[in-house]
């Protein structure tokens, strides 16, 4: 009786493993839809549910390590599906959102630069896995894919008509090289994987996330291209304070007292 009962008890927590460790990828297959969704809308000149979708995917993209990590179930395999992924939801679905929303007027400048975006990505992609392991987690070096791909699905969620007008799509190509241009560089951005909610001095980061989902809830366009460009800028803007930092003001230049005249 024992021995049959004993053989069928450790299946259980095996089964359970399995689960946890498919939670994980199913939160990035999951990202992987809502970015080919969001190309399908592009496409179809639906750009502000584009932009929606694009949103959804970041956040299933910030949940997918975080359960990994959570659940002990991190692995090569899951890191690789992750980066495949990023490459559609955030290389190339933005870029074809950008493209169909404010490149239209000039296509041959407009599929070059939203081609400069995706190749960008996947470089960046591609740089960050090879530093993964002996990288600072505290930070990203350059621009991570998905916050570029909020930059622009920010841009889109406040202005949703398609941009006809020339200067306006010239602008709207500037900003996408730019981003280009940050995710292959070498500025640090902040990855707040260090951020404790249970510290008792986390107490203001809970405040200013409660006040911020409550704007959120009023203003959801506004606030969102405004978090996701203060981001962005906070790269250059950490270099810049850093270099003057390291310029900061030196001490007095000595000035050799002259021998009196005739000794």
Known sequence: MSGPASSTTPSHPRRL??????????FTIGNLFLGFWAVIKATQGQFEPAAHLLFWAIVLDMLDGRIARMTGTTSEFGGQLDSLADVISFGVAPAMLAYFWAFSAMP???WLTA????????VRLARFNVQRPGSDGKYFVGLPIPAAA????AL????????????????GLAV????????????????????????????????GIAVAL???????AGVLVTLASGYVLSGP????????????????PVVAESAPQGL
Not at 17 to 25: E, F, H
Not at 160 to 170: I, N
Not at 180 to 189: A, K, N
Not at 237 to 252: F, V
């Open 237 to 252: 803007a950490g270099y810049l304070l850093g270099l003057l930092r390291r310029r900061g003001p030196g001490a007095p």
């Open 108 to 110: 041959r400048a407009g």
């Open 176 to 207: 996408v090289v730019i981003l280009s241009f940050l995710m292959v560089s070498t500025f640090r951005y902040q990855s707040f994987k260090g951020l404790d909610l249970r510290a008792r001095r986390s107490y203001a980061s809970i405040l």
């Open 214 to 220: 409550v704007v959120l809830f009023f203003e959801p």
């Open 17 to 26: 493993r399995r689960g946890a460790a498919l939670l994980p990828s199913l």
């Open 156 to 171: 889109v969620a406040v202005l949703p008509g398609p941009v006809r007008d020339k200067p306006a799509a010239f602008g």
């Open 150 to 153: 909020g930059q622009v699905a």
């Open 115 to 122: 081609f400069l975006f995706v190749a960008a990505g996947a």
